[in-house]
T-cell receptor, first 115, second 112 residues
Framework: GAGVSQSPSNKVTEKGKDVELRCDPI?????LYWYRQSLGQGLEFLIY????????KSGLPSDRFSAERTGGSVSTLTIQRTQQEDSAVYLC?????????????FGPGTRLLVL | RKEVEQDPGPFNVPEGATVAFNCTYS??????FFWYRQDCRKEPKLLMS???SGNEDGRFTAQLNRASQYISLLIRDSKLSDSATYLC?????????????FGSGTRLSIRP
């Protein structure tokens, strides 16, 4: 079946511009995570959506970052007024999140470069 | 103290060797433990879930030590293709909707 997809796969933007990154999770998965990963570094948690619960935004690094998940499916991560330090790979993962299945399935990521 | 901690490595071992690394977690109530593998410039993929009784999949063995609050991953007869970063993940179960937390990963390099 189809896995998690993300678009665009690569994005180059100029400092100060806004960008939108999209994640299409696996159909039926109730949990959706966004992570950021800089070269050679670990996963940095950004935000977590679980069903109809309020999202856990505790990992968003600044108010320039926001995310929404419409209809419990597609999610968009928006970065406003991008800075060079925002350059990284942005990974999305979805999970069924029932009590017996919490495996996260990752998308291929969006590589963001801010010039 | 981080909620999930790993030795970043790198572990550099010869082909055929056995290598093991641990991942410690801070919340004793944690449930659900996982090992993921991440190849260079790729997304993480599940390697193994870790059950209380421990589990084995071919050359890979994962174990849970609740008393000392760590999980381990053992790789026997290592192959060049095992070179990757290994991430552990834990659900600390602060609530029914608590998020999975990843460690920062352990880099493994297998040399010929």
């Amino acid at each position: 079946g189809a896995g998690v997809s993300q678009s665009p796969s690569n994005k180059v933007t100029e400092k100060g511009k806004d960008v939108e990154l999209r994640c299409d999770p696996i159909s039926g998965h109730t949990a959706l995570y966004w992570y950021r990963q800089s070269l050679g570094q670990g996963l940095e948690f950004l935000i977590y959506f679980q069903g109809n619960s309020a999202p856990d935004k505790s990992g968003l690094p600044s108010d320039r970052f926001s995310a929404e998940r419409t209809g419990g499916s597609v999610s968009t991560l928006t970065i406003q007024r991008t800075q060079q330090e925002d350059s990284a790979v942005y990974l999305c993962a979805s999970s069924p999140r029932d009590r017996t299945q919490e495996t996260q399935y990752f998308g291929p990521g969006t590589r963001l470069l801010v010039l | 103290r981080k909620e999930v901690e790993q030795d970043p490595g790198p572990f550099n071992v010869p082909e055929g060797a056995t290598v093991a690394f641990n991942c410690t977690y801070s919340n004793s109530a944690s449930q659900s433990f996982f090992w993921y593998r991440q190849d260079c410039r790729k997304e993480p993929k599940l390697l193994m879930s870790v059950y209380s009784s421990g589990n084995e999949d071919g050359r890979f063995t994962a174990q849970l030590n609740r008393a000392s609050q760590y999980i381990s991953l053992l790789i026997r007869d290592s192959k060049l293709s095992d070179s990757a970063t290994y991430l552990c993940a834990v659900n600390p179960r602060y609530s029914s909707a608590s998020k999975i937390i990843f460690g920062s990963g352990t880099r493994l390099s297998i040399r010929p």
